[in-house]
């Protein structure tokens, strides 16, 4: 079998104001009728929502987010105004993910598809308010935080970032290091990654991120017999198996590690102040 590529047109599917779409123009069969569709769809569009390498099953194209994590992302902190300029193309990705069938990926693809979703709705969300949001938390209101605001176009549906995180991410993959993937666009959140998440690199990805995290000494760190942490640590302690001294044992590095491990029995755990204000430059 060969390499193939399953193009999708974006560009064919007709959007209602609820996130509903129409069937995909056809590209094959038999009579003239078959022509129009498929030179607007050669012409038109020639990016892949999905592509499927003979080895694998299908993968999500995630080139217009690199390109932007690229040019807008640097050591965490988020160039919005870049973003705002480019807001254009981020709309673009955004629609490639809502063209997405999940269910058509393997785990890791899946598991890689969410993460990306979350964080670049979460930045289209910022763009909505931005020059003049100071915090991702200005954007709630007293019956509704940002999180609960559905916004990202799924799936055939239209949900919440608290959907993606607390209803997908959490419960279906169960692993402690989504907390240091998705971003919430906040200073004291773990940084964003300036690339995509892929399906096929994804754990040594989730791990460096985590990593970076946990031997960042401005989020967590050792004081004497005090361990002092992010208090995602708290708001997540069940994700973690209530064990916060052991997973930090496992991805601590250097003289840090080597104290954790020799004073673990009298260490006690505190939990840092969060800052909400913008992650921006």
């Known amino acids: ?123 289209k969300l910022i763009l909505g308010a931005y020059p003049g949001v100071k915090s991702i938390k200005d954007l709630g209101s007293f019956f509704k935080s940002p999180w609960e605001k559905k916004i990202a176009r799924l799936d055939g549906k239209v949900m919440s970032l608290d959907n993606i995180e607390h209803r997908i991410l959490r419960p279906r993959f169960k692993d402690p290091r989504i907390h240091f993937a998705v971003n919430c666009a906040s200073k004291s959140c773990p940084p964003l990654m300036g690339e995509p998440y892929r399906g096929d690199v994804l754990d040594q990805q989730l791990t460096k991120m985590t990593g970076a995290f946990i031997n960042d000494p401005g989020v967590n760190r050792l004081e004497g017999n005090t361990l002092n942490v992010s208090r995602i640590f708290k708001w997540y302690a069940e994700d973690f198996n209530d064990d916060i001294m052991g997973f930090f044992v496992k991805h601590t590095k250097g003289e840090t590690l080597e104290m954790l491990k020799k004073n673990q029995p009298e260490i006690e755990v505190d939990y840092l102040d969060y800052d909400w204000s913008l992650n921006g430059k």
Request: net charge positive; proline share 3%; glycine share 8%.
């Open 1 to 123: 079998m060969d390499n193939r590529r399953v193009l999708i047109n974006l560009h064919s599917r007709k959007y209602n104001r609820f996130g509903g779409r129409s069937n995909l123009c056809r590209t094959g069969g038999r009579g003239r009728g078959w022509a129009m569709p498929l030179m607007c769809f050669c012409l038109w569009w020639t990016s892949s929502v999905l592509a499927t390498p003979a080895w694998s099953g299908p993968v999500v194209d995630h080139h217009l987010y690199a390109e932007l994590l690229k040019e807008h992302v640097q050591d965490g902190f988020v160039d919005y105004q870049g973003f705002k300029n480019d807001e254009a193309k981020l709309d673009l990705y955004l629609k490639v993910l809502a063209a997405v069938d999940p269910k058509r990926l393997s785990y890791n693809e899946q598991f890689a598809f969410y993460i990306n979703a979350y964080n670049a709705w979460t930045i």
